[in-house]
């Protein structure tokens, strides 16, 4: 059974940074992994993904500004969000990449002010 756990979000400043951690249970480490990101009004889109083995992928935007990481032994994820912009506000998400199944956590909210 999946079991998506995403926190860490929060409300910061333009410019700011803020962590995100998620426990993934039931899912194998052989998979990739991502976050997905949901801004408001939008559909949900990935916004980094790593393999097991640490390769990782980014989307435009947060190149440069966004590192993905993983924990294989504990099943965790992380994002390390670093010079953040009023478009980065939405709920971010993570899951296998692909997903295998319909399942999503509840997600954890970040709100960047400018």
């Known amino acids: 059974q999946v079991q998506l756990v995403e926190s860490g979000g929060g409300l910061v400043q333009a410019g700011g940074s803020l962590r995100l951690s998620c426990t993934a249970s039931?899912?194998?480490?052989?998979?990739?992994m991502g976050w997905h990101r949901q801004a408001p009004g939008k559909p949900r889109e990935l916004v980094a993904r790593?393999?097991?083995?640490?390769?990782?992928n980014y989307t435009n935007s947060v190149k440069g500004r966004f590192t993905i990481s993983r924990d294989n032994a504990k099943m965790m994820v992380y994002l390390q969000m670093n010079s953040l912009k009023s478009e980065d506000t939405g709920v971010y998400y993570c899951?296998?990449?692909?997903?295998?199944?319909?399942?999503w956590g509840h997600g954890t909210q970040v709100t960047v002010s400018s």
């Open positions: 039931g899912i194998s480490s052989i998979n990739p």
């Open positions: 899951n296998a990449h692909p997903p295998l199944t319909t399942y």
């Open positions: 790593i393999t097991r083995d640490g390769r990782t």
